[in-house]
């Protein structure tokens, strides 16, 4: 994406002084003057901001008897300087919109955090190019936005659009005259969910993944030495040398053939299919209407689970994939005494559908329900959600091998989210708490940005996880953190 995304930004730069030429600068940038005979050109416009969060961790201090030094034996810091610079430039039938995310992780994979060409036609609204769709009702929470990878090498940290994944997509929306809009979307290819393969932010399962893999290569490393060796000895012997020459050199011979064998097996990635192909597109399409004071919607997706599924019992009969997946939801929202509704549904198909494939995913059902009030207290508003599945035929996944084994019936998931605002919103104190259910963990994260000055913006904010080590959030008990980030837009 990167080369493409150059090309296209380097186009613009050269687009840009030529429309500066033809129809003079003042009226390029949007200026009202038209006296020479030309009507105001469309204006590139320009935004962006520049931030730089400051994370100090500490370890597991909620644990400690005692706010003292040793708490603290086990932190760490770090500066992330994060830039954003948004582009656009529209006229009337169309818009380019080219919006860059310039940090240290990006400069190495994706330079362009969206880049899109948007069509107004008189019946519908075409976009082209790596976009970010939200789909479903819920709140930084969904079942149904399924078009997007997130990145997880984080984990839950970033915010919830900052976390998807930008994917090239033809993306059509034809709105009709009862009040209603149908969507259709189509991306060629397929990404997975980016998770991290080290450090602290690596998932218990991306570890058992890493370990299975790794233990089946360095089996086979170990096999294939051995058969090396005795053909290398046995040509050796061939060729006259003696028994300690030939000895000496099939050790050397297989010795390079196993290291050979390590250095190309060393990765995860080497493992996983290449996805960026049409045997792995995928497409949706939605239609949402309101319905009096209701907001209702449906969905269909075909595509993939961004989780893989790992088979085989050796190095030989290895496999790793990501299984083919339909879905088929529901969503709703609306006002109702104060409170704002919203709701999600969706049922999870995969070709499993007696549910006694080991090497596939089971068919589940998938929920989001929740609400949000303001208080007539202050300025408080308050958020709640709940989010979940059911898996469907879960006692036939509980045996050995099956990609399954090991996992709850049931994810419950609830989120929680107190927000105020003071000083006519230019402070604004949060806190969010997420706890999971079924295995009694959770995370904190309060925060208070302060407005400073409509540019200049200043955020404290904290993250604390609990938990036992093999539950979703207590595996990073150990990561909590305090960050503090000043940020300027413009």
Same mark, same amino acid.
């Given at each position: 994406m990167k080369n493409i995304a150059i090309c296209v930004l380097t186009l613009m730069m050269i687009i840009a002084p030529l429309a500066a030429d033809d129809f003079d600068f003042g009226d390029l940038m949007g200026g009202d003057d038209t006296s020479m005979g030309f009507?105001?050109?469309?204006a590139i416009e320009v935004a962006g901001s520049l931030a730089v969060p400051f994370r100090a961790g500490w370890g597991d201090w909620a644990d400690s008897d005692?706010?003292?030094?040793? @708490?603290?034996?086990e932190g760490s810091c770090s500066v992330n300087p994060d830039m954003t610079l948004d582009l656009s430039f529209s006229s009337d039938k169309a818009e380019f919109k080219a919006d860059l995310n310039i940090n240290e992780a990006d400069l190495e994979d994706n330079l362009f955090d969206e880049l899109s060409l948007t069509y107004y036609g008189d019946r519908m609204t075409a976009i082209f190019g790596w976009q970010k769709v939200v789909w479903g009702k819920g709140d930084k929470v969904h079942v149904l936005d399924l078009l997007n990878p997130?990145?997880? @090498?984080?984990?839950?940290?970033?915010?919830?659009?900052d976390r998807k994944i930008a994917q090239p997509m033809i993306n059509v929306a034809i709105p009709n005259n009862m009040n209603g809009k149908l969507e259709l979307v189509f991306v060629p290819f397929f990404e997975a969910d980016q998770l991290a393969s080290d450090g602290e932010w690596m998932m218990n399962e991306t570890k058992t993944l890493v370990d299975t893999v790794t233990g089946f290569v360095e089996n086979a490393a170990v096999s294939s030495y051995a058969s090396d060796y005795s053909s290398y000895y046995t040509y050796f012997s061939g060729l006259g040398y003696t028994a300690a020459q030939a000895d000496a050199a099939a050790n050397g011979a297989a010795s390079a053939a196993q290291t050979m064998f390590l250095s190309e097996n060393s990765s995860i990635d080497a493992f996983l299919p290449d996805t960026n192909s049409l045997k792995y597109f995928q497409a949706g399409t939605r239609y949402t209407a309101t319905v009096g004071?209701?907001?209702?919607?449906?969905v269909y997706y075909i595509g993939r689970y961004r989780t893989p599924s790992v088979s085989g019992t050796d190095f030989a009969s290895l496999n790793i994939d990501y299984d083919p997946m339909q879905v088929f939801g529901l969503e709703a929202g609306g006002i109702l005494a104060g409170f704002n509704l919203r709701s999600e549904a969706a049922y999870y198909m995969t070709q499993d559908l007696a549910g006694d494939d080991p090497d596939v995913h089971n068919n589940s059902l998938n929920y989001v329900a929740g609400f949000d009030r303001d208080i007539p207290v202050h300025n408080l508003n308050v958020n709640f959600q709940a989010t979940g599945s059911y898996m469907l035929n879960h006692d036939d996944t509980q045996v050995a091998g099956d990609v399954e084994n090991g996992s709850d019936a049931t994810e419950t998931t609830l989120v929680l989210n107190v927000s105020d605002s003071f000083n006519h919103e230019k402070v604004k104190p949060e806190v969010t708490v997420t706890y999971r259910a079924e295995d009694f963990s959770g995370m904190v994260k309060p925060a208070v940005e302060w407005d400073v000055d409509g540019n200049l913006f200043l955020e404290l904010s904290g993250t604390v996880l609990w938990g036992d080590e093999d539950t979703f959030f207590g595996q990073f008990d150990e990561n909590d953190f305090i960050s503090l980030e000043a940020s300027y837009q413009f």
């Open positions: 009507e105001s050109a469309p005692s706010w003292d030094s040793d @708490s603290f034996g997130m990145d997880y @090498s984080d984990f839950l940290n970033p915010e919830y659009l004071q209701v907001d209702l919607g449906a």
